[in-house]
């Protein structure tokens, strides 16, 4: 099983990011030093499209500019509607660094003043690394599998660790270089949660919701779904579920909370909520389990200790392992070989 390989193999990925760590802040506050952007823009397809989706809020909080993510196939079809004449710093980001909408992203906006071009990609030998006026590569996240796992984890933490680096956020930092074992630590458990839930429920629909650091999360859990399963699923900025979407609420339907700190309150009451309305409820929390347990079916509390800013690459394996089982236990399907995928898509 390539796929489940790779989940597993996280921590030991995530230790070779943080072991290149001052490389990592050096290209990256090197960047934010000479070239002093008025803006970033974050730009990738499928998988990293929600990494871009993912990091931005951690480099909007934390560089005090603005960010946004944008898929890069609107990039290079609506330019204009993006820039302006202000100092972008492009940050494409991409597994293969061979998807062709993310090296003609950059391509045509190396073609207007003003953009610096930083890809973040697990291959270095790419079109994508080519064009780009710099990059920073996951050594160590390449896979053989269509459906991205620890890639996704991997260049989300390298993005983390740029914008700590560059905030100065040493705490952050401290808490972040515990990345790899607190996963480590983890995996069982979070095997064994999905193995539970996949095989005492009968469940035909799946909901993401996350706030702030964790919107981004939402939507790669879902495509983590659809890609390895092939199942329905949707993802939303979780109080947003509130305004329609949960009219779908039912006892078949697995609504996955991914719990910041700032938003607690109101994310456990909205859990409450739908499980009143008879769904089936997981909370994915990091030390408030007691908080969360009525609310709550089931609880993923990793009790890391960690800031909502630096958990995310471990709140997503719980996610990837969901959609795993849910392939292979619940649907009889390989995961390995996810039909009408590939592994680069080409225009
Ligand atoms: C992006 C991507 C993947 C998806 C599929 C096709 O690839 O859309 O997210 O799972 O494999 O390609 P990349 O640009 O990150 O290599």
């Known amino acids: 099983q390539k796929t489940l390989d790779e989940i597993s193999r996280q921590p030991f990925i995530f230790d070779a990011v943080w072991n290149d760590r001052d490389d990592i802040a050096s290209v990256f506050s090197g960047i934010l030093k000479e070239y002093a952007p008025d803006e970033i823009?974050?730009?990738?397809?499928?998988?990293?499209?929600?990494?871009?989706?993912?990091?931005?809020?951690?480099?909007?909080?934390?560089l005090r500019m603005p960010v946004k993510a944008v898929p890069s196939s609107e990039l290079f079809l609506f330019t204009?509607?993006?820039?302006?004449?202000?100092?972008?710093?492009?940050?494409?980001?991409?597994?293969?660094?061979?998807?062709?909408?993310?090296?003609?992203?950059?391509?045509?906006?190396?073609?207007?003043?003003?953009v610096f071009a930083l890809a973040i990609s697990c291959c270095a030998d790419s079109d994508l690394c080519y064009v780009a006026d710099r990059y920073i590569i996951s050594r160590e996240a390449k896979e053989q599998s269509v459906v991205m796992t620890g890639s996704f984890s991997s260049m989300l933490y390298i993005l983390m660790l740029a914008a700590f680096s560059a905030a100065k956020e040493n705490d952050l930092l401290k808490e972040a270089s515990r990345?790899?074992?607190?996963?480590?630590?983890?995996?069982?458990?979070?095997?064994?949660?999905?193995?539970?839930?996949?095989?005492?429920?009968?469940?035909?629909?799946?909901?993401?919701?996350?706030?702030?650091?964790?919107?981004?999360?939402?939507?790669?859990?879902?495509?983590?779904?659809?890609?390895?399963?092939?199942?329905?699923?949707?993802?939303?900025?979780a109080m947003e579920f509130r305004h329609g979407p949960k009219s779908i609420v039912n006892p078949n339907m697995l609504i996955s909370m991914f719990m910041s700190d700032?938003?607690?309150?109101?994310?456990?009451?909205?859990?409450e909520e739908i499980k009143g309305l008879g769904g089936v409820t997981l909370a994915i929390c990091d030390g408030a389990g007691e908080r969360v347990r009525p609310?709550?079916?089931?609880?993923?509390?990793?009790?890391?200790?960690?800031?909502?800013?630096?958990?995310?690459?471990?709140?997503?394996?719980?996610?990837?392992?969901?959609?795993?089982?849910?392939?292979t236990s619940v649907k009889g399907i390989d995961p390995d070989s996810p039909p009408n995928l590939s592994q680069v898509v080409r225009l």
């Open 80 to 114: 204009n509607t993006y820039l302006h004449g202000q100092r972008v710093l492009l940050i494409a980001v991409s597994r293969s660094g061979q998807t062709t909408e993310t090296v003609k992203a950059v391509r045509v906006l190396k073609e207007q003043p003003n």
């Open 41 to 62: 823009i974050i730009t990738g397809c499928g998988t990293s499209y929600y990494l871009s989706q993912a990091a931005t809020p951690v480099l909007a909080h934390f």
């Open 295 to 327: 609310a709550a079916d089931y609880v993923m509390d990793i009790a890391c200790g960690m800031s909502q800013w630096v958990r995310l690459p471990i709140y997503i394996i719980q996610a990837q392992l969901l959609a795993f089982y849910l392939a």
């Open 179 to 237: 990345l790899a074992s607190e996963a480590e630590r983890l995996l069982p458990d979070m095997n064994d949660l999905a193995q539970t839930i996949m095989s005492s429920r009968s469940l035909s629909h799946f909901v993401y919701l996350g706030s702030g650091p964790n919107y981004g999360l939402s939507q790669e859990a879902m495509l983590k779904v659809k890609e390895m399963a092939i199942v329905t699923s949707e993802g939303y900025h």
């Open 262 to 271: 700032d938003a607690i309150e109101y994310e456990a009451n909205l859990l």
